[in-house]
């Protein structure tokens, strides 16, 4: 049996304008030396917010390490949707209907803002039904459960005897009204406007630093910047001294992109399913003909097993399922949830509300960025949102502390297990495989081997952030840090993540 050709890894948002998320260096002079307000990540939440700082006469300078886009947001399935899987059930348990409330609130202002806007800039946007079903009984109690807690939150969810899906579904309710796009064009529209409000984007400038007191002095690799004020729209805070984020989980996901055959089933709306594993499916417009996206597959990023077989599985049921062919573009991408279940967006403690964060999404960041932008914003200018402090009363319960507590214990004894604990394999002068890496080598210095493309690269399996050790993902040939969720490509070059540092040449530990 001859092997299926692997698609090209890029999402179909990069992969069908045929660029790569990289930038390169910026031109020397393109980086203002001081800033009033300085934006660090260019994707949903850095750009809304630097859009509503020009707005309201602050316009903000923006830094991206890659091109604006490059991260979650350019490789998102993109639905802006109050139907959230099992969000609200979820969070009704951990703290109660009004927080269910004030979450609800923010992410429809966050949703109608951001509809605004694109349709002002002319950005397509396809009106669609969101559906939410399941395939088992425990997923169907789960979506009955999210119908009651929506409902009571002033969603006008409604049961669905049909969730145009071409397989049996033991339950699925619907939202209408809510919407898709690409996220490239929503990225492109708010650089457009942020430059005509006199605000500065730079790509290819990577924050690796920052000073301890005010006015911050921020090192990017272009060149420092000393800002006033500094937002940190980087998901995984990128300056969080304090450790305050150890306990955001990244979760990576798996999304790939199909021609829908002209015989080949429509899906209806967009769907998400609450069975284990998720699925997720949409279409989306392209001038060839529509396109189906699946995704899901979902687990902490760095641990799980092979990547790769997490894909394939995702592709041979979307094959099955949608009889569609080769999958056009594949990639993956993750986010991060908070243990309060609500994500986490104002000023860091001790900095004087000058140094911000928005973090957290949990895989709904197109309606919590521009959510979340509003809050920053309005922290700034000293006029939150109402919704703000709704949810900002969620406090840690105890089951949040043991949860944090079971989280940051697996990730200590991840720790202890692959640095002491774990007889690393002795190092060899074989080359893995091509596309396989391994890590080698005893507990004070394992190194991170890999093989992709014909070259065979050697790095500290040492996390620069706090010391992980590095696993590695066979889809994107990467190494990833199973501890907060930093990534490096094979030769060690910092992805994303806390981590602001490259991984260190190998036997430097
Ligand atoms: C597979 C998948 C599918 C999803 N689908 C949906 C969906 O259908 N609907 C929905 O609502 N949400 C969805 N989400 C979630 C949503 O895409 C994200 O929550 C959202 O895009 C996050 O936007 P952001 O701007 O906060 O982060 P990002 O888009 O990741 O932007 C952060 C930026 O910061 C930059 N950066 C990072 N570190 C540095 C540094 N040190 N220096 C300078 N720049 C830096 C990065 O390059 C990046 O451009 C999905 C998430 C995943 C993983
Ligand atoms: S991401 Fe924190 S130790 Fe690697």
């Not at 789960?142 to 119908?147: G, I, M, S």
């Not at 790939?256 to 594993?277: E, F, I, N, T, W």
């Not at 065979?456 to 996390?463: E, I, K, M, N, P």
């Not at 050790?469 to 030769?491: K, Q, Y």
Request: aromatic fraction near 6%; charge should be neutral.
């Amino acid at each position: 049996m001859t092997a299926r050709p692997r698609p090209p890894r890029s999402s179909l948002w990069w992969g069908r304008r045929g660029l790569t998320p990289d930038a390169g260096a910026p031109a020397p002079d393109a980086l203002p030396g001081a800033a009033d307000v300085l934006v660090v990540g260019a994707g949903l939440t850095g750009l809304c917010t630097a859009v509503l700082l020009a707005r309201a006469g602050h316009p903000p300078v923006v830094v991206d390490g890659r091109a604006a886009g490059a991260g979650t947001t350019g490789h998102s399935t993109a639905k802006l949707s109050l139907l959230q899987g099992s969000v609200l059930q979820r969070l009704h348990q951990h703290a109660g209907a009004d927080v269910v409330s004030a979450y609800v609130r923010a992410n429809r202002a966050g949703q109608l803002w951001l509809l605004e806007e694109l349709r002002r800039r002319d950005v397509d946007v396809q009106a669609q039904l969101a559906v939410t079903y399941a395939v088992t009984d425990e997923g169907a109690r789960k979506v009955d459960r999210e119908a009651e807690v929506a409902r009571a939150a002033g969603l006008a969810v409604e049961g669905l005897d049909d969730a145009g899906l071409p397989f049996p579904v033991r339950a699925a309710i619907g939202l209408r009204d809510q919407a898709q796009f690409d996220p490239l064009e929503v990225i492109g529209a708010l650089r457009e406007e942020l430059t005509e409000l006199g605000g500065t984007l730079v790509e290819g400038a990577r924050v690796t630093g920052a000073s301890w007191s005010r006015p911050w002095r921020v090192a990017t690799t272009a060149g420092d910047v000393v800002a006033t004020r500094v937002v940190l729209a980087t998901q995984y805070p990128v300056l969080d001294r304090g450790l305050h984020f150890a306990r955001l989980r990244a979760s990576r996901s798996y999304a790939m992109a199909y021609r829908l055959p002209d015989s080949g089933r429509v899906p209806r709306g967009m769907s998400l399913s609450l069975d284990s594993p998720t699925r997720s499916v949409r279409t989306a417009p392209d001038p060839d003909g529509d396109l189906l996206l699946v995704g899901g597959n979902d687990h902490e990023t760095g641990r799980g097993g092979s990547t790769r077989a997490k894909a394939d599985e995702l592709d041979e049921w979307a094959r099955r399922h949608f009889a569609v062919g080769d999958a056009l573009w594949s990639w993956s991408a993750q986010d991060y949830r908070t243990s309060r279940q609500v994500p986490s967006v104002g000023a860091l403690p001790g900095t004087g509300g000058s140094l911000l964060v928005a973090t957290g999404f949990d895989k709904w960041g197109m309606t919590n960025a521009a959510a979340a932008a509003h809050v920053l914003v309005g922290d700034l200018m000293g006029e939150p949102p109402e919704y703000a402090s709704g949810l900002r009363s969620v406090g840690v319960n105890p089951r949040d502390v043991a949860s944090s507590l079971r989280h940051n214990g697996s990730v200590g004894f991840r720790w202890v297990a692959d640095r002491v604990v774990r007889a690393l394999p002795a190092p060899t002068s074989d080359p893995p495989a091509e596309g396989a890496g391994r890590v080698e080598g005893g507990p004070f210095g394992p190194a991170a081997v890999s093989t992709v493309d014909g070259r065979t690269c050697r790095v500290s399996a040492v996390c620069t952030h706090l010391g992980g050790v590095v696993s590695w993902n066979d889809v994107e040939r990467s190494w990833d840090c199973p501890l907060h969720g930093s990534r490096f490509t094979a030769d060690g070059i910092r992805i994303e993540g806390p981590a602001t540092k490259d991984l260190r040449p190998s036997g430097s530990d």
